[in-house]
């Protein structure tokens, strides 16, 4: 005689179609290749030691002024054209802009003197000068994403070329609100974690050090990927973005020690760039110079840059067009979406001399 068990109406039917596609895709996910990147057509431009300026033509050109893309110097920039129909790259060509991308490569033992003097006056300056060339155009559009945006910022406010548009996402300018632990931002302001003499014996930051500090700052986000990735692998679309992340997210370069350096004590510690008293060269950085439309894009869900870090840009900079837009969306999804092309159209439409 069989008995029904009470917990019965507590207990989820099982899916038995829904369960052999779950585990039929996570076994693909770890015997199969890595997933392509990298689908929209390019070509490149110029070339500088490990640095490339690539060149991504409008699929049907409507506008004059082009699009200039400066990325992190942590990650590959590849999280911008990471897949078709979700390519941040791939969708602003579709909608008739010319693109260029400054990729920095991946900096060896031998590049440990590159300071962000280097990479902004002889990579940074020079790629646009050749983009402006190669391209016909007499003004650009700067688009910095991440530290990117710091970097683009920084450029921005001491550079000679005609740049009529500065765009920046999830960029950090003031760099006294800090996601992570308390201990760490205590120590490296007091001078109890000693930044230089870890360079100096190194040389360069290993990639798997960049991977350790992003898990860290973001655990416990960074393990549940693996959770979403479980609960969620009956759904192929989402397991063919999951991927892509993945890859992404493993796949960090190192950083040239000097330019480290620059960044741990001349930003983050002494907060230099919000105070007007970063040099580069001999330069002085100064905000305030900078006079190009701007738009300052943040996320409402971004767990690495807070909005409060990216908002002082607006009140430093000198432009007379000045927007500012909080989306949600996280510090990757962003770009991972491909909703950066869209929110870059919706503004810069009106500030690119339509054809």
Sequence with gaps: MAIESPFKEYIQELDVEKEKKRWEQLFKVFSEPEPKIGHTPRTEVWRKNKSVLWHYPAKQKKYEIPLFFVYSLFNKPYIL?????????????????????????????????????????????????????????????????????????IYASIADEPIKNLVVATVPIDFKPFIGPDQWAEGMRQGDINIDRFIDAYGVVPPQLVEGMFRAIGAPIYFTNYTMLLSRAHDQRYVDKWRRMNRWTRDQVPFAGEAYKQLANDLFKENKLVKGELMIGNKKVDLKNITANLYVVSGSRDNLILEEQSKPLMDLASSEDKTYVSVEAGHVSLALSGLFAKIVDQWASSRSNQL
């Design 81 to 153: 054209d990471i897949a078709p129909k979700a390519s941040v790259i791939e969708g602003l060509t579709n909608m008739g802009y010319e693109v260029y991308l400054l990729d920095w490569g991946s900096p060896g033992y031998e590049d440990k003197k590159m300071g962000l003097d280097t990479y902004i006056e002889k990579y940074l300056r020079t790629a646009v000068k050749r983009a402006i060339r190669h391209s016909g155009a007499e003004e650009i559009t700067l688009i910095g994403y991440c530290l990117g945006g710091t970097i683009a910022s």
